[in-house]
């Protein structure tokens, strides 16, 4: 578990450590929003964009649902949008 000083404000995106491992990228699958429980496009880490919770979803499987936590009236509705890309193919 990451100390507090790292988990208590979130920001813009998920945290990591070293940026040599992430490349910056424009692709439009980073800017479709996935419905609760519907099928992963593609393994990464996906954001709620009504509340910033972050999840680990893999390729062919299914998104948390809609209870998988709530959401306030100001929050709108649960939706998912990739924010890392997860890359499988060897290197």
């Not at 491992?21 to 424009?26: G, K, N």
């Not at 800017?31 to 990464?44: F, R, T, W």
Request: charged share 25%.
């Amino acid at each position: 578990m990451l100390s507090g000083s790292l988990t208590g404000e979130r920001t813009a995106m998920a945290i990591y450590k070293s940026g040599a491992y992430l490349t910056q990228s424009q692709d439009a699958a980073f800017d479709a929003e996935h419905e609760p429980g519907g099928a992963v496009p593609h393994s990464g880490i996906y954001r709620c964009m009504g509340c910033g919770r972050e999840v680990v979803a893999e390729e062919s499987r299914k998104l948390p649902p809609q209870n998988h936590h709530e959401h306030s009236s100001a929050q709108g509705k649960i939706r998912w949008r990739m924010i890392v890309y997860a890359d499988h193919k060897p290197k």
